[in-house]
């Protein structure tokens, strides 16, 4: 089982900036797409940005021009800078990955971290 493991959610106010990272670690035999989707209160989880092993990168139209997807191959890890950020950022946000686990056949899964909170307000 491919674990992910979350971290950099907080308060901030608006304007301000947050980085967030993600690390997957157990068991993984290739990890190929990475991203990040958020979920507000009584909203449905939408995708905020995901970055192949490639490095390709899609956003999502809200936050183009000021968050930026990155990853680092040699750590398993995926990063997502915050820019400029707006209180209709306010979510939680969740790292997602599509990974082949040690054992599986090439068989691809997709698996989520646990999610951490990013709050806009003044």
């Known amino acids: 089982q491919v674990q992910l493991v979350e971290s950099g959610g907080g308060a901030v106010q608006p304007g301000g900036s947050l980085r967030l990272s993600c690390a997957a670690s157990r068991n993984i035999f290739r990890l190929n797409a990475m991203g990040w989707y958020r979920q507000a209160p009584g909203k449905q989880r939408d995708l905020v940005a995901t970055v192949t092993s490639s490095g390709s990168t899609n956003y999502a139209d809200s936050v183009k021009g000021r968050f930026t997807i990155s990853r680092d191959n040699a750590k398993n890890t995926v990063y997502l800078q915050m820019n400029n950020l707006k209180p209709e950022d306010t979510a939680v946000y969740y790292c997602?990955?599509?990974?082949?686990?040690?054992?599986?056949?090439?068989?691809?899964?997709?698996?989520w971290g646990q999610g951490t909170q990013v709050t806009v307000s003044s």
């Open positions: 997602y990955a599509r990974a082949i686990p040690v054992g599986s056949g090439w068989h691809e899964y997709d698996y």
